[in-house]
């Protein structure tokens, strides 16, 4: 059995070392003054609408970043799909590659960071306002997918 004096010193550690432990938590948590944090490119990014497309605000969808991602003008969209967690454009004109073209372009311009970039199998992925993008597409048709970032 402990003693008061026993029960104060083992008691007297254990709130030094968690002193210790939360100390150096808060040391490791802070930022440093002398590293500027840069913003992030889609943060700081204006709308810049493509003089050859259209938001996907305009065609009617809600959900997703629909103010900064569009389709072209004369895109022939065979479905759609417009829910809190899945935006889907599936298009069968134009050409996949005409339309890889455009969201390289849109995507980069409206603060999307390009996570991927295949053009061999006709896809790209990129990132950014809480939201993931998918585009891929082949002689038939092409889809657009935004989802909810993990």
Not at 57 to 70: C, E, I, Q
Not at 133 to 143: K, M, Q, V
């Amino acid at each position: 059995m402990l003693t008061p004096p026993a029960v104060r010193r083992a008691l007297r550690r254990s709130l030094g070392a968690a002193l210790v432990v939360l100390t150096l938590a808060a040391c490791g948590a802070a930022p440093r003054p002398d590293v500027p944090v840069p913003p992030t490119p889609s943060a700081t990014a204006p709308v810049q609408v493509p003089s050859d497309g259209v938001s996907l605000s305009a065609l009617g969808f809600t959900y997703g970043p629909v103010d900064r991602v569009f389709a072209p003008f004369g895109a022939q969209v065979a479905s759609r799909v417009d829910q809190p967690d899945n935006v889907t454009l599936v298009m069968t004109a134009p050409s996949a590659a005409d339309l890889l073209a455009f969201y390289r372009r849109t995507a980069v311009a409206n603060g999307f960071a390009v996570t991927a970039d295949d053009p061999s199998t006709t896809t790209l992925t990129f990132s950014g306002f809480g939201w993931t993008g998918t585009f891929t597409g082949d002689e038939r048709a092409s889809a657009l997918l935004l989802r909810p970032a993990a």
